[in-house]
Each structure stands twice: as C-alpha cells, then as structure tokens.
C-alpha cells in the first residue's frame, strides 16, 4: 500500500531545502551514476527485476511556466550503455498527467501487474539503437504544470515518467532532468522528483558511496528494507540522528533480501541516509540494483531526489532512545 498522506512539515522542508541538486535524477547528493531498465527479454540477474521503472516529478502549484522533461541517453548502443550481444532492445518513455497519475495505487506498487500507466498520456516515444540520441539529450515537452495530478501532499502537480524495457535484453543507462528549457538543463524552482520503487547503477570506483534519502515522518516506528540483485557488493547501512551505520541485509546475484529496522523518536521528520558502500576487494562492475522501502504497514516510503530537512547526521550524545510511539 501507498503512503497517501505528508505532514505539513515535511512540504515546509521540502521549500527550505529545494536547490539545484532537486532537479537531476539521479541527484548530485545521491552519487548514483545512471538509472537502468532493461529489455523484456533480459535475464533479472543483470539487475532489474521487471523491466520498468516510474519516476515522479513535483511542480509546485506556484509555477506557472512550461516545463520539460529531459533524457540523457535515450536510445539503447553505445559506451553509456549495457550490451547483451547485439544491441537489440527498445525502450519506451511516456508522460503522464491528469488524475491517476500519481493517486491510482497502481501506479505506487512494488508489482508492475495492474494500471501503472494511469493518467493522462502526455508524450511518449520509443527508441532502439540511434546514434542520434547516442550520450545525447532528448526533451518531451512543453508541458502546462497544470496537466499534472494535483496531489498537495505531494507539493503540487504530479507528472509521471514510465520507462519501459519493450523488447530486448541490453540495459538501458540513462539520466533525466525537469527543465524549463527545452535544449539545456534549466531548473525548476520549487520542483523535485521521488520514486517507490529504484533501479540504478552502482559506481565501478569502489571509493565511491552512493546515497538514497527516504523521508521518516511521525507514523513510522519501523522500516523494512528490500533489494534486488546486490551481489554482495558490499555493504548498505543506515546514517540517521540515532543510527551510526547500522548494516541492513544485502542481495547475492539475482535474489532479494529483506530486513527489518526500528525508527526512534529522535528519526523523526528526518531523512534517513541510506549509504550504499562498495567491497573495496571485490571489484564488481557494472552493478545493476533494485531497492524500495516499507513502514510498518507495509506501505512504500518514497525516496526523494534531496535529504529533505539536509543530510541526517548521527547525535553521539542520544545514546540509547526509546523507539517511536505508534500513532
């Protein structure tokens, strides 16, 4: 189930913190290098579990400006990308406004069985191996922020990018980027993606550590962690107000793992670092994962594209707290 609910606190935030770094996906403060789908006809021990990926951007009511979506890298060929024999794989992104965007649960799910392409159709296109888009940009726009879903809790209209592996078995890599102009990367103010569900590339530099930024607000009193397809490339620990590194469960090849995490008063209306941390021995390349997050209730927590409140950093003088009172 969908978290259908923000507090007042966590939109306040979101306006404090807003900057330059919301509006890349990945973000500059996650450190990821490129969000992957692959083909349909792919194996899942490369990485990604059922070939479609959903991001979700916020404009925020205020804005009235066109906005665009941007890709990097759209096509399937080339050195960005991940090749499987021939390259041989389509990809298709769509746009999507209009209520159900974002509200229809489907769209919000850990299983991409039902409606997830609720909403309006907004753009869409398909791309093979083109040389053209080949570690090039391509813009869907311009969009009225009007033709997203209303959803305040959310901090405004909702658009929603499907990506989807048609045909084929290559990985897809690829980055995106909300702009108010259509041939260079121009930021929305006030704007910022979150997406249930990720799928990404880890850094083959094993010095490098990359971040995701779930939000904790006051109904959580536990979290559950699930990834895809770590293949035991190091570790994935928690950075919070109470938490100095706490280790949470990770995948082998083509298998999901799970834990379970208490959240103390002292996580709440905070962000939660989730650092990602490669084996410094084991040198693994070209590490494609899947990861998402639960509450108690077993409802998916967003990541969001900014620490919303800034990085949580851990308080040595907590010592040891009472966990959150359920609400």
Request: charged residues 25%; hydrophobic residues 35%; aromatic residues 12%.
């Amino acid at each position: 189930m969908p978290v259908c609910h923000r507090p007042a606190l966590l939109l306040l935030l979101l306006w404090v913190h807003l900057g330059l770094m919301a509006q890349p996906v990945p973000a500059v403060d996650e450190n990821i290098p490129a969000l992957v789908t692959f083909g349909k006809d792919a194996d899942t021990a490369w990485g990604d579990d059922d070939f479609i990926q959903i991001i979700f951007f916020s404009i925020p009511e205020t804005f009235q400006d066109p906005i665009f979506i941007r890709v990097y890298d759209p096509d399937t060929g080339g050195a960005f990308d991940e090749q499987q024999g021939a390259w041989n794989t389509r990809t298709n992104f769509s746009v999507f406004g209009g209520d159900g965007a974002c509200s229809n649960t489907d769209a919000q799910r850990i299983e991409r069985d039902g409606n997830y392409r609720s909403g309006t159709m907004l753009a869409s296109r398909s791309f093979g191996n083109d040389a053209r888009y080949d570690e090039s940009w391509y813009t869907f726009g311009p969009f009225n922020p009007t033709e997203g879903e209303l959803l305040p809790e959310f901090g405004g209209y909702i658009f929603k990018l499907v990506v989807e592996g048609l045909e084929g078995d290559d990985g897809n890599l690829y980055r995106l980027f909300l702009s108010t102009d259509q041939q260079q990367n121009r930021p929305v103010e006030g704007a910022f993606a979150f997406y249930f569900k990720y799928k990404f590339r880890m850094h083959d530099n094993v010095a490098e550590v990359s971040h995701i930024y779930p939000y904790i607000d006051e109904r959580v009193v536990a979290i559950q962690q699930s990834n895809f397809d770590w293949d035991n490339d190091g570790i994935i620990r928690i950075i919070s107000p109470s938490k100095n590194g706490e280790r949470m469960a990770v995948s082998g090849d083509d298998h999901w793992s799970t834990s379970r995490h208490e959240i103390t008063a002292d996580d709440i209306n905070s962000s939660l670092d989730i650092q990602m941390i490669k084996n410094r021995n084991n040198r693994v390349r070209n590490n494609n994962v899947v990861i998402y997050l639960e509450n108690q209730y077993g409802e998916l927590l967003p990541f969001y594209s900014i620490p919303i409140g800034g990085i949580p950093k851990y308080k040595y003088s907590i010592g040891i707290k009472p966990k959150a009172p359920i609400r």
